[in-house]
Nanobody, 122 residues
Framework: QVQLVESGGGSVQTGGSLRLSCAAS????????MAWFRQAPEKEREGVAS???????IYADSVKGRFTVSKDNAKNTLYLQMNSLKPEDTAMYYC????????????????WGRGTLVTVSS
């Protein structure tokens, strides 16, 4: 059974940085697509960044230039480096995965972690 476990959330001030991790266990097979999503209170879930099996990345406009998604294949871990954090980045951040040739946050993800909370204060 595939499982995803997020970590690295916390509270920071505006302009600070955090690095989120998503440890994956189980067998995904080839063409694995992984992504980060976030959901703020009373808002819809938003796709933040995706990472395809070939290393192709896509970012939401709201985080471009500030967030970087990466993956350590040896550790089966997806990362999200978040710099220049803003109060509007405050949300629960979720990691998701699916087997997909084309990877984006619009893929039909079927495996989700439980999330890690990021709070940015002004």
């Amino acid at each position: 059974q595939v499982q995803l476990v997020e970590s690295g959330g916390g509270s920071v001030q505006t302009g600070g940085s955090l690095r989120l991790s998503c440890a994956a266990s189980g067998y995904f097979g080839s063409s694995i697509c992984m992504a980060w999503f976030r959901q703020a209170p009373e808002k819809e879930r938003e796709g933040v960044a995706s990472y395809g099996s070939g290393g192709w990345t896509i970012y939401a406009d709201s985080v471009k230039g500030r967030f970087t998604v990466s993956k350590d294949n040896a550790k089966n871990t997806l990362y999200l480096q978040m710099n220049s954090l803003k109060p509007e980045d405050t949300a629960m951040y979720y990691c998701a995965a699916v087997r997909a040739v084309y990877c984006s946050t619009r893929a039909a993800f079927n495996t989700w972690g439980r999330g890690t909370l990021v709070t940015v204060s002004s």
